[in-house]
């Protein structure tokens, strides 16, 4: 069965530059909810959203932004990357707009020297 | 808002023993429970969930979980652990609503030794 795309898996950037995150839904998923895991750490809710507009949102910095487009993939855009960013951003999407299983991506390995 | 408790950081397990990770958590009405997880460098995989109804809950891999609402728990339980288990479980909640997030608990560290 088709999964949740990311891409790409691993990321470098220098501090200060900008990161562009892509997430490709189930087939036939609507909805795309972002997730930032920090080292030892878990998951935290960044921002979601359902049939391409924002649903939800949680502890994402201003630097951030995100944006789920007409075939329903989403991007997360990063912009003055600090250090502390540095992280495993997870894309998980999920089907119809009431409670339904989130399926995660592998997750897009982003370091930030 | 909702929050999750797992109590236990890391759990050392014999290969064949039993396991039991707690997992609580608050939330004003029964939430969506969910158990994750996570290999080293992997994604998260969902092993099982509980929506409503049977509060027994079987899962992928042998693993089953226990919703007690008294207790405000939902357990994960395997009767004899393979050492390929060894991994980073996540219990998650949320709201009994439309799309909404998940909030994770920290996480327990699960080691199997032979």
């Known amino acids: 069965a088709a999964g949740v795309i990311q891409s790409p898996r691993h990321l470098i950037k220098e501090k200060r530059e900008t990161a562009t995150l892509k997430c490709y839904p189930i087939?036939?998923?609507?909805?795309v909810y972002w997730y930032q895991q920090g080292p030892g750490q878990d998951p935290q809710f960044l921002i979601s959203?359902?049939?391409?507009?924002?649903?939800d949102k949680g502890s994402i910095p201003d630097r951030f932004s995100a944006q789920q487009f007409s075939d329903y993939h989403s991007e997360l855009n990063m912009s003055s990357l600090e250090l502390g960013d540095s992280a495993l951003y997870f894309c998980a999407s999920s089907s119809g707009q009431y409670q339904e299983t989130q399926y995660f991506g592998p997750g897009t390995r982003l370091l930030v020297l | 808002a909702q929050s999750v408790t797992q109590p236990d950081i890391h759990i050392t397990v014999s290969e064949g023993a039993s396991l039991e990770l707690r997992c609580n958590y608050s939330?004003?009405?029964?939430?969506?429970l969910f158990w994750y997880v996570q290999s080293p460098g992997q994604g998260l995989q969902l092993l099982l969930k509980?929506?409503?109804?049977?509060?027994l809950v079987q899962g992928i891999k042998g693993f089953e979980a226990e919703f007690k609402r008294s207790q405000s728990s939902f357990n994960l339980r395997k009767p004899s652990v393979h050492w390929s288990d060894a991994a980073e479980y996540f219990c998650?909640?949320?709201?009994?609503?439309?799309?909404?997030?998940?909030?994770f608990g920290t996480g327990t560290r699960l080691t199997i030794i032979p």
């Open positions: 509980y929506f409503s109804g049977d509060t």
């Open positions: 959203f359902y049939e391409k507009m924002q649903s």
């Open positions: 998650a909640v949320a709201r009994n609503f439309g799309n909404e997030k998940l909030t």
């Open positions: 087939p036939r998923h609507d909805t």
């Open positions: 939330y004003g009405a029964t939430p969506y």
